[in-house]
T-cell receptor, first 108, second 114 residues
Framework: GQSLEQPSEVTAVEGAIVQINCTYQ??????LSWYQQHDGGAPTFLSYNALDGLEETGRFSSFLSRSDSYGYLLLQELQMKDSASYFCAVNGDYKLSFGAGTTVTVRA | KAGVTQTPRYLIKTRGQQVTLSCSPISGHRSVSWYQQTPGQGLQFLFE???????NKGNFPGRFSGRQFSNSRSEMNVSTLELGDSALYLC?????????????FGPGTRLTVT
């Protein structure tokens, strides 16, 4: 089966940098994805890492170390609109297995 | 291009009834997955379909079933509803292989069982 661990909550001020760590144990691993979900909304795709290293998409970056079963999402230049839940998810076995999610609260 | 659509958006049912939820994927997407989201259990995988074939099923009782049609549209059915089935049911589609492609989620169907 799969298990993923990520922090439950993170609070930061506008303009700050936040790193959300994710460790996983899984059978059948193709890659690690990150999704954002605002209250009342659907999850939206942020990034996907299949290989070790850093992927950068605008203010968001994601990192993967397959040997350590570890990844992180880096949110830079935080904005109020970044207040949301962030989920790491393992791609494999024709499904996404999600972590419990990290609630990010951005304060003015 | 239109996104993933789900109908209905909200549903209230009574224990013991059954319900059918519908999902239309993004045009050209052949993989459709279903997830249940609850405050207590988070996002849980239900099943995945590709070209009308179920490739994986999550750890849910047999009361939960689904199917995919030749046009890639999908339905899921829950029979003999229980209070614990109250949840947001999310459908997601991906271009080809749900393992390596990003999944696009629909707005969900909010099911309340009373």
């Amino acid at each position: 089966g799969q298990s993923l661990e990520q922090p439950s909550e993170v609070t930061a001020v506008e303009g700050a940098i936040v790193q959300i760590n994710c460790t996983y144990q899984t059978s059948g691993f193709y890659g690690l994805s990150w999704y954002q979900q605002h209250d009342g909304g659907a999850p939206t795709f942020l990034s996907y890492n299949a290989l070790d290293g850093l992927e950068e998409t605008g203010r968001f970056s994601s990192f993967l170390s397959r040997s350590d079963s570890y990844g992180y999402l880096l949110l830079q230049e935080l904005q109020m609109k970044d207040s949301a839940s962030y989920f790491c998810a393992v791609n494999g076995d024709y499904k996404l297995s999600f972590g419990a999610g990290t609630t990010v609260t951005v304060r003015a | 291009k239109a996104g993933v659509t789900q109908t209905p958006r909200y549903l209230i049912k009574t224990r013991g009834q059954q319900v059918t939820l519908s999902c239309s994927p993004i045009s050209g997407h052949r993989s459709v997955s279903w997830y249940q989201q609850t405050p207590g259990q988070g996002l849980q995988f239900l099943f995945e379909y590709f070209s009308e074939t179920q490739r994986n099923k999550g750890n849910f009782p047999g009361r939960f079933s689904g199917r995919q049609f030749s046009n890639s549209r999908s339905e899921m059915n829950v029979s003999t509803l229980e209070l614990g089935d109250s949840a947001l049911y999310l459908c997601a589609s991906s271009l080809e292989d749900s393992q390596t492609y990003e999944q696009y989620f629909g707005p969900g169907t909010r099911l309340t069982v009373t």
